[in-house]
């Protein structure tokens, strides 16, 4: 279900807000190529407490505008494409202004883009019924973009298009960004270099250990290639374990590296003291949701 922050009848004068969650992959297995040249997965994806904003009213024609972010505001930005895609769809000649404010860092493996253009969807399908089939919409967007429409954690598989829900206790943790931005079509391309593909995640495992205070069972199969090429990520992860934090993981392809906290309490004084040692970093204490 798409989180509703202010629920107010759309006008011309007063937008409508909706929150846009990252996410974090619980674990990332490349099990091999595929004939197609796509990657068979297998992965836990998990919303987070963290996220985007997006603002929606009702306008004569499609505009979009971004603060917190140098990105374009036309058919290069996900979020035009999918509010696009969703008015041809849907046969409207109407159109929408759009303000999305980024809090997330880019092309950092929480999903933000995907996130926006999944909550782009669900918003217009509020603010225009059409009964349109919101998942094979999201996927010709991107093939994290069905994931953010379910509003729960998943497994993910084939592409990522196939998810199953699991419930996924909430969990603190601590997500850390250290500022370089990491290309997932190069991140692929390291892993096929080598071709290190690795077996099915132990998702029962990783259930089991997330508030076990146990270490979780999980990998990344990109994290090797993507931090031997990016020493920050390497230590990003190196701050998170001397943090008392357990399990650090590279998420997706990178570059944000998470850890889980016992509580709130510690998620937070670790968060505290990673930003105050790294100023010039993306520090966030935050839940699974």
Same mark, same amino acid.
């Given at each position: 279900?798409?989180?509703?922050?202010?629920?107010?009848?759309? %006008?011309? %004068?007063?937008?409508?807000?909706?929150?846009?969650?990252?996410?974090?992959?619980?674990?990332? *297995?490349?099990?091999?190529?595929?004939?197609?040249?796509?990657?068979?997965?297998?992965?836990?994806?998990?919303?987070?407490?963290?996220?985007?904003?997006? #603002?929606?009213?009702?306008? !004569?024609?499609?505009?979009?505008?971004?603060?917190?972010?140098? &990105?374009?505001?036309?058919?290069?930005?996900?979020?035009?494409?999918?509010?696009?895609?969703?008015?041809?769809?849907?046969?409207?000649? %109407?159109?929408?202004?759009?303000?999305?404010?980024?809090? =997330?860092?880019?092309? *950092?493996?929480?999903?933000? /883009?995907?996130?926006?253009?999944?909550?782009?969807?669900?918003?217009?399908?509020?603010?225009?019924?059409?009964?349109? @089939? &919101?998942?094979?919409?999201? &996927?010709? =967007?991107?093939?994290?973009?069905?994931?953010?429409?379910?509003? #729960?954690?998943? +497994?993910?598989?084939?592409?990522?298009?196939?998810?199953?829900? =699991?419930?996924?206790?909430?969990?603190?943790?601590?997500?850390?960004? !250290?500022?370089?931005?990491? *290309?997932?079509?190069?991140?692929?391309?390291?892993?096929?270099?080598?071709?290190?593909?690795?077996?099915?995640?132990? +998702?029962? /495992? +990783?259930?089991?250990?997330?508030?076990?205070?146990?270490?979780?069972?999980?990998?990344?199969? =990109?994290?090797? $290639?993507?931090?031997?090429?990016? !020493?920050?990520? #390497?230590?990003?992860?190196?701050?998170?374990?001397?943090?008392?934090?357990?399990?650090?993981?590279? *998420?997706?392809?990178?570059?944000?590296?998470?850890?889980?906290? @016992?509580?709130? @309490?510690?998620? $937070? @004084?670790?968060?505290?003291? +990673?930003?105050?040692?790294?100023?010039?970093?993306?520090? #966030?204490? %935050?839940?699974?949701?």
């Amino acid at each position: 279900m798409l989180p509703l922050m202010t629920q107010v009848a759309p %006008t011309r %004068t007063q937008p409508i807000s909706y929150f846009a969650p990252a996410k974090v992959n619980l674990g990332l *297995s490349v099990r091999g190529l595929r004939a197609d040249g796509f990657h068979e997965l297998h992965t836990v994806m998990v919303p987070l407490g963290v996220g985007d904003d997006l #603002q929606i009213q009702p306008a !004569p024609t499609l505009t979009l505008t971004v603060e917190g972010a140098n &990105l374009p505001t036309d058919a290069r930005n996900l979020v035009y494409r999918a509010a696009r895609a969703y008015l041809d769809a849907a046969g409207l000649d %109407t159109g929408v202004h759009l303000t999305l404010i980024k809090r =997330l860092p880019l092309a *950092s493996g929480l999903g933000g /883009g995907s996130s926006d253009a999944a909550t782009t969807l669900m918003a217009l399908a509020r603010l225009f019924p059409a009964g349109l @089939d &919101l998942p094979t919409l999201a &996927l010709k =967007l991107g093939a994290d973009v069905p994931f953010f429409l379910i509003g #729960q954690a998943a +497994i993910a598989e084939g592409v990522g298009e196939i998810l199953t829900p =699991l419930p996924v206790p909430r969990v603190p943790l601590v997500l850390v960004n !250290p500022g370089v931005e990491v *290309s997932a079509a190069d991140a692929y391309r390291w892993l096929d270099d080598e071709e290190e593909f690795s077996p099915a995640l132990d +998702i029962e /495992g +990783i259930l089991a250990a997330l508030t076990s205070g146990r270490p979780v069972p999980y990998l990344n199969a =990109l994290q090797a $290639h993507v931090a031997l090429r990016h !020493p920050p990520v #390497q230590e990003a992860l190196k701050l998170l374990a001397e943090a008392g934090l357990r399990s650090p993981l590279m *998420s997706g392809s990178g570059s944000t590296c998470y850890a889980i906290a @016992d509580n709130d @309490d510690q998620a $937070h @004084d670790a968060a505290r003291a +990673i930003a105050q040692y790294r100023p010039d970093w993306w520090v #966030q204490a %935050t839940q699974t949701l």
